[in-house]
């Protein structure tokens, strides 16, 4: 490993919040989002808290909501609670069924920056491709995170890149770990969806409330009916102990998650439409340990495993199914084992003079493994596997950084003066499969290297040659095998001045220098003018970038694209390649973007409320191309696409926050709204002489905008009393408008999403809940049987969701 001794931005959060945070009790938690006076992130001031901040923050509760919520995962949390927040199951989409792509503002799931105790997390190797929300993006993989590690979730909406470096665009989501000693908390979760969308819709079937596909029948026939599917177990536990007498501690977490697939109405070609099955382990650990009166050594770090399970699409006649093995065709499944392991180790403290300094350094990695099962290579005919390794990818990051900080209290009402650097590595590697998930083999059974001379065996019924590789997932061949790796500095200044006690000024400027695309330079304006006691006008202005990703720069692969009129075979080339040049596409550059936003914030006695106003306008945006025609490039496929900087945006919005909470005799009560309205507008697609409808066109576009609904309002409102309590919310999502491969709008009509929980405290130590998320079993609009939806189902994967009714029971533990 090559080291680096290198700087960051970033004060650790958890220092300066356990000098402002006030103690809490249980009874004094509130169960639903609210504005708490704590310091954040987005800024490195420790007088700052989120009602006197110049920008827009969400703080996220976990450990309360968690206790008043079905939901089961990160992303699941989040959708619900922030409102611009929005992650969704994926099916159809290849490794986006196994990591949900997520977004702030509407923008790329790239385009969020994630923090961990205030230090940059790894992104996820996975770049998300066809059939999914931010296609062509790269994301940072929340739920490889567990939810029983989290003490709260801190989500900055507003562009910070000058602050925070690469990624943050739209915001920064930081992620706070449990520090709290001598106490265990556990819990268990069961829960199921219930299955009766089925039925009428799909001919052929027994009109039963649900269904399921018999695995032992190759995933292309019905098996026995059930009710429920989704099944799901959830169980973790968290345990803090003190080290020595002066405030050390370490804090550990385990947690378990089992869910069982669903399955919904499919054409089909996709008979397998619904969630992927996950089993997933979750380990994290927190520490810290005084050195001495000034300084203290912490770490934190976790590894999470996951293993999945999704259908792909089904074949069901021609060239890609061997009778003698699948009569009447097959749904192949794309597995994966995902490996997530990260450890930052450092060292804080403050100097006789004032200054804070912070040093740390970071490990992150993550391992996307593949193996198909239940598919064959149709090329060795009944001489076929039905299971092959098809390779993977992973990415490693390295981080080092140091910051300082310090409080002039004597310049004017304060001066906060910070600056620093960071240091990082990223490494990318794709690795190649099992010969038989990529190669062709000819009539004699031997991969074919000359197809002048070596012909694959022909299908009797269609006449065409039978395709090599896995089904469902052709494996990654040595020529995909990439081992790349690239290095960044950034040098950054940042201060926030209070002019007066009414006015605050922030500014931010941030270097930063890419080995492989050149040197970019942002900066960031920030105010805060208190106009009475009640309300603040707020606001600020900002540039930014993102770099490309190492995925998006050599990601490359070979896939069949499944849809009513037939499949097809696409090569996806890597940027820099032969075929990317013979097309005239440049070398990916960082993304650049403006951030405006401007706000008022109020207190007016038990009631907060914050309307907050953006504009975000991004050029040079990475996207994956739709198809070009390549049968004249004797590559053996149909089509060609690649990552391009191919589009501009302009994205604008307002984003609504209220609560409410009140103490009657020995009841309380709270009200939440949260709010979004947002819109995107492709200006500009950079095409060149490419045509312009195949390099971006209308289809393309409306994913980009798709990835948030135009609005998305929630209303949470909560009681306790005694030993009872309840929640009960509405999440309305607006119409979203796709537009399928036959270029007709898939229209999806506004839904109202109503979840409710019971809570009931059996004794001190015990706590049961009961609930349903989506209570009233609200599903997307079904669109047309033309069978031309993304991923084949009678509706797409939206962000209200796609599987229906969920129905759970939690039992919480505290000794």
């Not at 450092?346 to 493994?369: L, M, R």
């Not at 002039?408 to 590697?429: D, M």
């Not at 229209?747 to 015990?766: M, R």
Request: charge should be neutral.
């Amino acid at each position: 490993m090559r080291k680096i001794t290198l700087l960051l931005l970033t004060v650790p959060f958890s220092a300066v919040l356990a000098q402002n945070e006030p103690k809490k009790t249980n009874a004094d938690s509130t169960k639903v989002q609210e504005l708490q006076e704590v310091q954040i992130v987005g800024s490195r001031n420790s007088k700052r808290t989120v009602l006197n901040s110049a920008v827009p923050i969400d703080i996220i509760d976990v450990k309360s909501v968690t206790t008043q919520s079905g939901k089961i995962e990160i992303n699941e949390l989040l959708q619900y609670l922030a409102p611009s927040f929005n992650a969704n199951k994926q099916s159809g989409s290849d490794g986006a069924d196994h990591v949900d792509p997520a977004t702030l503002r509407g923008m790329g799931p790239d385009q969020t920056l994630v923090l961990i105790n205030g230090k940059r997390r790894h992104q996820s190797s996975l770049v998300n491709l066809f059939g999914t929300r931010g296609r062509g993006n790269t994301g940072t993989d929340l739920n490889s995170i567990p939810a029983s590690a989290i003490k709260r979730i801190e989500i900055l909406r507003d562009g910070a890149a000058a602050q925070y470096g690469s990624d943050a665009i739209a915001g920064v989501i930081n992620i706070v770990l449990n520090d709290n000693v001598n106490e265990l908390n556990a819990s268990v979760t069961t829960g199921a969806y219930l299955n009766d969308a089925q039925g009428d819709f799909l001919p052929g079937t027994p009109n039963t409330p649900g269904y399921e596909l018999d695995q032992n029948g190759n995933g292309n026939s019905y098996g026995k009916d059930h009710k429920y599917d989704g099944f799901s177990v959830k169980a973790g536990a968290n345990y803090g102990a003190k080290i020595g007498k002066n405030g050390g501690f370490v804090n550990l977490t385990g947690e378990y998650l089992t869910k069982d697939k669903t399955l919904r109405p499919g054409f089909d070609f996709r008979k397998g439409f619904g969630e992927a099955s996950i089993k997933s382990y979750n380990l994290m650990a927190n520490f810290e340990l005084p050195l001495s009166k000034n300084a203290e050594l912490y770490a934190f770090g976790g590894r999470n495993d996951r293993n999945t399970d999704a259908y792909a699409f089904t074949r069901n006649d021609g060239e890609r199914v061997v009778e003698d093995i699948y009569p009447g065709g097959y749904t192949p499944r794309i597995t994966s084992k995902i490996v997530d392991n990260s450890l930052t180790v450092g060292i804080k403290g403050t100097t006789k003079n004032g200054w804070k300094i912070d040093y740390s350094n970071a490990f992150g990695q993550n391992k996307f493994d593949y193996r198909i099962k239940g598919t064959i290579n149709a090329s060795l005919e009944d001489a076929s596997p039905t299971s092959f390794d098809a390779g993977g990818f992973s990415l490693t990051q390295y981080t080092s950084n140091i910051d300082f900080s310090r409080n002039f209290k004597s310049v004017l009402n304060g001066l906060n003066f910070a600056f620093g650097t960071e240091g990082r590595i990223e490494k990318y590697k794709i690795t190649a499969g099992e010969e038989g998930s990529y190669a062709t083999y000819d009539t004699n059974g031997v991969p074919i290297t000359d197809p002048t001379t070596q012909f694959a065996p022909i299908d009797p019924i269609s006449g065409n040659p039978r395709p090599g590789g896995s089904q469902g997932f052709p494996g990654f061949s040595p020529a995909n095998e990439v081992d790349k790796q690239r290095t960044n500095i950034g040098i950054y200044a940042d201060t926030e001045l209070d002019v007066s006690d009414e006015f605050l000024l922030g500014t931010a400027l941030r270097y930063e220098h890419y080995s492989d695309f050149g040197n970019t330079l942002n900066l960031k304006m920030s105010y805060k003018f208190k106009m009475c006691d009640h309300l603040s006008l707020r606001g600020s202005f900002s540039t930014g970038f993102r770099a490309p990703s190492l995925a998006q720069i050599y990601f490359n692969t070979s896939f069949t694209n499944f849809n009513a009129s037939g499949a097809s075979e696409v090569l996806l080339a890597a940027n820099g390649s032969a075929v990317t040049q013979g097309f005239g596409i440049d070398k990916l550059r960082e993304e650049k973007s403006r951030n405006g936003s401007v706000g008022l914030a109020g207190k007016f006695g038990k009631f907060t409320a914050t309307v907050d106003g953006y504009l975000i306008s991004v050029s040079d945006r990475i996207v994956l191309t739709g198809y070009f025609d390549a049968t004249a490039l004797n590559l053996g496929v149909d089509s060609a696409q690649f990552f391009v900087n191919g589009v501009s945006t302009v994205t604008q919005g307002v984003d609504i926050v209220m609560s409410w909470k009140d103490t009657f005799g020995s009841s309380k009560m709270g009200a939440t709204l949260v709010g979004n309205i947002n819109s995107m507008k492709v200006t500009h697609v950079n095409n060149g002489s490419l045509d312009q409808e195949t390099f971006f066109g209308a289809r393309e576009i409306a994913f980009l905008k798709a990835s948030a609904p135009n609005n998305k309002f929630g209303l949470n409102l909560n009681y306790e009393r005694k030993w009872f309590d309840t929640g009960l919310a509405f999440t309305r999502f607006s119409k979203v408008v796709l537009v399928d491969y036959a270029g007709a709008d898939n229209v999806y009509n506004p839904k109202i999403v109503t979840d409710l929980t019971l809570g009931f405290q059996l004794i001190k130590q015990l706590k049961l809940s009961v609930g349903s998320n989506n209570l009233f079993n609200i599903y997307p609009t079904k669109q047309d049987e033309s069978g031309n939806t993304e991923a084949g189902g009678y509706w797409d994967a939206v962000q209200m969701g796609f599987s229906g009714a969920y129905y759970y029971t939690r039992l919480n533990f505290k000794f």
